[in-house]
């Protein structure tokens, strides 16, 4: 694992408040590898962009972890509006500074070949497998109802902001790929 040192942008080394589900995203680069999206954070990093994820699933399967899942990282969030869905992971908190959800969801870019988003059979083995792997350190409960899309959070996509997407793009426009993907992952923790 190399994460990266702490610093405000990537991986400022806050604990994450309470563990309530893992929130999946797409690189929106098409074809660029783990390796890549790594080296994006890395340069998130030096030049001062707060964006990030615990997890980075390759094309090929690889996971690459850059933050570590106990600690945050800046995805699925800024000071916009929330989803309602988003609201309900923190309706007990009364402090405004930790209603983000990225303080409640471990965060994985996945990537992806094209711009359509449909990711690979080994890329969504290995996502599925991540989230089997974080269920048993963390049990947030029922899969189907703990894994979050990006878009389910932020409204990403459906803000009528020109040229943007939803998130993850795939999963978004095809539910019953999302609705399985879900179902898998309850299944292999049956």
């Known amino acids: 694992m190399r994460h990266p040192p702490i610093n405000k942008y990537t991986r400022p080394g ?35 962009v707060y964006a990030s ?19 945050i990282a800046y995805h699925a969030g800024t000071d916009k509006a929330y989803t309602p869905m988003a609201e309900t992971l923190w309706m007990d908190q009364p402090h405004k500074a930790l209603r983000h959800p990225y303080f409640y969801l471990v965060g994985i ?11 690979t059979d080994a890329a969504i ?7 089997v792997d974080l269920w048993h350190r963390y ?15 932020t409204f990403k996509g459906y803000r009528n902001v020109p040229g943007e997407l939803t998130c ?11 609705l399985g993907f879900r179902l898998s992952v309850k299944q292999e923790l049956i």
């Not at 993850?168 to 999302?178: G, K």
Request: charged share 25%; aromatic share 14%; net charge negative.
């Open 109 to 119: 870019e996945i990537c992806h070949k094209d711009i359509i988003g449909k990711f």
């Open 53 to 71: 994820a615990q997890y980075i699933v390759g094309m090929d399967g690889k996971v690459i972890e850059y933050v570590p899942p106990d600690e």
């Open 125 to 131: 083995y290995a996502t599925q497998q991540l989230c």
């Open 139 to 153: 049990d947030y409960g029922d899969p189907v109802t703990h894994i979050y899309r990006h878009s389910d959070m």
């Open 168 to 178: 993850p793009r795939w999963w978004c426009e095809n539910y019953a790929d999302w």
């Open 14 to 48: 806050a604990k994450i408040t309470a563990h309530k589900g893992v929130c999946c995203h797409w690189t929106a680069t098409p074809r660029a590898t783990a390796e890549n999206i790594y080296a994006a954070f890395e340069r998130n990093r030096v030049n001062g």
